[in-house]
Structures are given as structure tokens and as C-alpha cells.
């Protein structure tokens, strides 16, 4: 079928014609004029990539999980998908959802290293690289196990102290507005040879966002920030795990998007907002983009948004409702709960923050080391 690759068309990549040009104007390449014809002609290419049809588990849901898609193959997910194990190697998987504005908050559980596991826990955006840990380049930022030490652009610094099995780790992304999302956007489809392209497009390259940063918490301790003036762009929640050839067993890490954490952020970073959970993406992504179409209607963009922003938690109840297991009842590995139950549990983040996040009182302390 068209919509599936051979082995030929997947390996290649093909310069087309940007638009024909009608036999009047020609542009044929035969005859003395030939040279010029085709110099002209280069500015009117495009260069197309082997086009692979979306499928069902391409699709962000309205509840945060750790995506089937954007993770390295080796890693195995948990059918709750809130659990990851790996071996051999690092590997990462990011979350679904990510943000380029605002200031968020999730929680990872280290369940089980073994003798040789590894892990690095952070953000990263979708430039990262899939097939190395977190922070390996200039797109992400990670916090290490062994030394505690943090680690962006494949460079480490003297940073916090070490965790090990059985630690929570808390993963703050700060991005002030005025940064680009830096997503790719939906792809032009041709037809050629049979076969079908999407059109390549250069990708801008993205700024420094002054103010922004990455900080962690281990087991609700402040460990300072990681990272500052990261890269523009959208950064998703992101698990590495290591272990070597020898270990039988894989590393594995749990997942907490939201809102209800074992150690939620009680008190203000030096005067920012108070961190809303990640749980909490799906349904500000829908009010936004409700927003947007409701303004180019001439309607009213907030009550658009606020309609839109109970789509996603009513589509998590009704996961939760379709779900076998009861909330809470275990159907993963490491204890974690169902899919059903995860639903159940982020339904409430299109309608507040974390709890525990509020802004704090006069005379609340502030985190040390920033």
C-alpha cells in the first residue's frame, strides 16, 4: 500500500519539483539554454523525506504518559505506561506532553538499579538525542544517580547529592514566555514514484530563553538548579537508564505527572509561580488551541478555552470508567497503577494546579543554592 514504505523508499532521500512549470513558460533542460534553465530552476526544489503514516499510538491523549513513540526501542514500558525498564546501555523515553512556557513539576521513583543500573532523570526536548542519556547534548538536562552530579551539553557539574533505589526525585522546568515551542509542524505529504513523501523543511534554530532553568528535588530536598538559559523550545519529562551486559535484570523508574505527589513543591522559587503539575498539559494544550480558533471566529476566546479545558479531564474519566482495575488496583511492573487509574487521577489537573503549590505565605522560606 501506499501508506507503507519498501525497504527502498525508506532508505533515500529525493529533491521534487517545488511546482511544474507549463510547457508555454518551458523550462526543458534540452538546448543551448539548458544551463541557465536548470540554475534557475534549483530555487523551485524541495527536498522530501519517506513519509510513514501516523498511527493511534502517535496520538497525545489527555492524560500524560510515557510515550510509545518517542523513546529508544531497547526500553520496554509497563502497561500502565507510567513505568520504564531498560538494559544495555543508556536509552531514554520522553513523556507525552511536554511545555515551553510556564513552570512544571513531576516526580520519578527510582524502583529498581541492580548492581550495574544507572539512571539520569530531566527534560529534554524532541531535538535530544533518543539513543543517549538526558542531557548528552544542548537539548536536554539531567540529574545523575552516581555523584549526583547534573549534566547538559554531555558536560558534568558538582551539582547535588546522589540517589539511589527507592528515591523520588522531583523534576522543576521553569520557561519564562517569550520562547517558541520549536515543535515541527504537520507535514506536507506528495506522492512520488508510487510512493509517498513528506516535505523537509529547515528547522529554525533555537535562542537561549534568559530566566529559564531546570532544578531538582531528591526526596523533597531543593538540590538548586541544574541548568539556566536553556535552549527555547518544548521540553518533556525524560527517563535514561544503564546497565551492563552482565545484569540479568533491568533498571526501572516510575513516573508521578500529577497533581497528587509524595513530595510536592510547598513554597515559592525566589518569587516565580508556583509549579503546576504536569498532569496539568493536556488541558491547558486544548484551551489554548480552543482559544486561538474561537478568536479567528470573532468569538469569545476565554469561554472557548474554558470549555475546551474539561475536554481532557472528562476523557480521563472516561478511560478511568472503561478501565478493568479499580483505582489504585496494581496491573503494571513496580506497583504502578492502571492506565484507568492514572486517568482517574489527572482528571482533576485541568481544573487546579498542585495543591501543595500554592503560592507560599509571607515569611515562607525560600530554596537554597539559586
Known amino acids: 500500500m501506499d501508506e507503507q514504505l519498501g ?7 529525493v529533491e521534487l519539483p517545488a511546482r511544474k512549470k507549463g510547457k508555454k513558460g518551458g523550462s526543458s533542460a534540452r538546448g543551448k539554454d539548458s544551463h541557465e534553465s536548470v540554475e534557475a530552476f534549483k530555487d523551485d ?8 503514516k501516523p498511527t493511534a499510538e502517535d496520538d497525545v491523549g489527555a492524560v500524560v504518559l510515557l510515550s ?8 520496554q514500558l509497563s502497561e500502565d505506561r507510567l513505568s520504564v525498564t531498560g538494559q544495555k546501555g543508556f536509552r531514554s523515553v520522553r513523556a507525552t506532553h511536554g511545555a515551553h512556557e510556564g513552570t512544571f513539576y513531576c516526580e520519578a521513583t527510582v524502583q529498581h538499579l541492580g548492581s550495574t543500573g544507572h539512571c539520569r532523570l530531566g527534560w ?6 533518543i539513543n543517549a542519556p538526558v542531557g548528552y547534548d544542548a537539548f536536554g538536562v539531567g540529574y545523575r544517580d552516581l555523584e549526583g552530579s547534573s549534566i547538559h551539553k554531555a558536560l558534568r557539574s558538582s551539582y547535588g547529592a546522589a540517589y539511589s533505589e527507592g528515591g523520588v526525585i522531583g523534576l522543576l522546568l521553569h520557561m519564562p514566555p517569550g520562547g517558541r515551542p520549536m515543535e515541527a509542524r504537520a507535514a506536507q505529504v506528495v ?3 508510487g510512493l509517498l513523501y513528506q516535505v523537509q523543511e529547515d528547522e529554525p534554530e533555537p535562542k537561549p530563553l ?3 532553568f531546570v532544578g531538582f528535588f531528591r526526596n523533597g530536598q531543593w538540590q538548586g538548579k541544574a541548568a ?18 552482565e545484569q540479568a535484570e533491568g533498571a526501572t523508574v516510575t513516573m508521578n505527572f500529577g497533581p497528587n505527589f509524595k513530595f510536592p513543591p510547598e513554597f515559592t522559587v525566589l518569587g516565580l509561580p508556583a509549579a503546576e503539575p504536569v498532569s496539568a498539559l493536556p488541558a491547558q494544550a486544548a484551551a489554548a488551541e480552543a482559544a486561538t480558533a474561537a478568536e479567528l471566529m470573532g468569538e469569545d476566546p476565554a469561554a472557548a478555552a474554558a470549555a475546551a479545558a474539561e475536554a481532557p479531564a472528562e476523557a480521563a ?8 482495575a479499580a483505582p489504585g488496583k496494581a496491573t503494571g511492573d513496580g506497583g504502578s497503577i492502571s492506565v484507568a487509574a492514572a486517568a482517574e487521577q489527572q482528571q482533576q489537573a485541568g481544573e487546579a494546579a498542585v495543591p501543595a503549590a500554592a503560592a507560599a505565605a509571607p515569611g515562607s522560606p525560600q530554596l537554597p543554592g539559586l
Not at 525497504?7 to 532521500?13: D, F, H, N, P
Not at 510509545?68 to 526500553?75: F, T, V
Not at 529534554?124 to 538525542?129: C, D
Open 210 to 212: 534568559p530566566g529559564s
Open 317 to 324: 474519566a472516561a478511560a478511568a470508567a472503561a478501565g478493568d
Open 45 to 52: 526544489l524541495v527536498r522530501v523525506v519517506p513519509y510513514r
Open 228 to 245: 539556566e538559559d536553556l535552549l527555547e523550545g518544548t521540553y518533556y519529562p525524560t527517563v535514561s537508564l544503564f546497565t551492563l551486559p
Open 191 to 193: 506522492r512520488y514514484k
Open 124 to 129: 529534554s526536548s524532541k531535538r535530544a538525542e
Open 7 to 13: 525497504k527502498r523508499g525508506a532508505e533515500k532521500e
Open 68 to 75: 510509545k513513540q518517542d523513546k529508544a526501542p531497547q526500553l
